[in-house]
């Protein structure tokens, strides 16, 4: 892995997971899936990650087809772009461990960085089982964990698993996408206590919790000394749209979390508060916090079990003009009774948080 995309994994970036578009009879659009990495590109993501579950995870039915396609024009297109900075590419993984290791080869011959490697669908598998296959999908590409919510395939995994996982050298990074404060702690204290602490950097996949995952400075207690872990950025299906204010928000966060308040906010987590200092925005900030919150709830279909998350993604890229339909692969999945009102709803309570001018922008440029 070069020097300068884990170094820039390591500052953190804002990565969103990138969307499937397609055309009204349910067929790849070629064009407007080239125009989406493009978008997130100028926007300031400093990633993406493609072939994961915003994507689909029936691109990979062999009637489908698609796992290649899309992560070959991602490549190509940024590639193409020709930036100046770093743009980390990360593939999707998944599956058993043949399937895992085949997927690892695809991407790492088409430059990819990282495979961010789902567990789902593993379900009869042991954890020692488990591990042994993360090892496998090393040796062929790096590694980011992936500790996915059951509500969408995912498992529960002890602390005991995330602390042997952390000690694996090809895991370089875990996003961590419980939506539960328990399990996202079992990986913060996992690699706290672990020999390679400081090689693994974490990224928030909680998309109900975004800004405080990004704001706190977790102190966990090793051999009797506090050892400060924190969430770098985030990999996320919310920054899959309003992308462009995604990046505004984040480095916000970075420019507090870099600046003086921030030994304030270290010196609060044990137990010493500094009256005065730039500690006391954390409320305004929280308050942020839950607006972005908000905003998940209607996007991702909360009320509906989530299964409106990624009609929901489709939908407010259609309204954008980023893509022409909201379609699924699945013809059956579509936004939830109500959802689209949500939606309405809090782009006119909070748009500040969206990017439509941006949007506007970059498709009158892209003419």
Not at 17 to 31: I, Q, S, V, W, Y
Request: glycine share 10%.
């Amino acid at each position: 892995m070069e020097k300068h995309i884990l170094d820039c994994l390591r500052s953190g970036v804002v990565i969103p997971a990138h969307p499937l578009a397609l055309t009204k009879g349910r067929r790849l659009d070629e064009f407007r899936q080239r125009r989406l990495t493009r978008y997130y590109m100028a926007a300031g993501a400093g990633g993406v990650a493609v072939g994961v579950h915003t994507t689909q995870f029936a691109i990979r039915d062999p009637r489908v087809g698609l796992y290649e396609p899309v992560l070959r024009m991602a490549a190509e297109e940024v590639a193409a772009a020709g930036l100046e900075r770093p743009f980390i590419k990360i593939a999707g993984v998944c599956g058993a461990t043949r399937q895992a290791t085949g997927e690892a080869s695809v991407a790492a011959g088409y430059g990819y960085d990282l495979a961010l490697l789902s567990l789902g669908g593993l379900d009869d598998w042991d954890e020692g089982r488990l591990l042994d296959h993360v090892r496998a999908v090393g040796d062929v590409i790096p590694v980011v964990g992936f500790y996915l919510q059951p509500a969408v395939g995912g498992r529960v995994l002890s602390y005991r698993f995330w602390r042997s996982f952390a000690e694996i050298p090809a895991v370089k990074a875990i996003k961590v996408a419980a939506f539960n404060r328990y399990q996202t702690l079992d990986v913060v204290r996992a690699v706290c206590a672990s020999s390679r602490r400081d090689d693994i950097t974490l990224y928030t996949g909680n998309d109900d919790n975004i800004v405080a995952d990004l704001l706190t400075s977790y102190c966990c207690v090793v051999e009797g000394r506090p050892v400060q872990k924190g969430f770098a950025g985030g990999l996320l299906g919310h920054w899959a749209v309003w992308t462009a204010g995604a990046v505004r928000l984040f480095t916000a966060i970075k420019e507090l979390r870099q600046g003086p308040g921030a030994a304030d906010l270290r010196q609060a987590n044990e137990g010493e508060v500094r009256r005065g200092s730039g500690a006391g925005n954390v409320r305004d900030w929280l308050s942020v916090g839950i607006s972005v919150t908000d905003m998940n709830a209607a996007l991702f279909d909360v009320a509906n079990g989530f299964s409106g998350c990624i009609a929901g993604i489709h939908e407010i890229l259609r309204r954008q003009g980023l893509l022409e339909g909201r379609w699924c692969l699945d013809p059956e999945e579509d936004l939830s009774p109500g959802q689209a009102e949500e939606l309405e709803r809090v782009c006119r309570d909070y748009p500040h948080l969206t990017d439509d001018a941006f949007v506007h922008q970059f498709l009158s440029n892209e003419k």
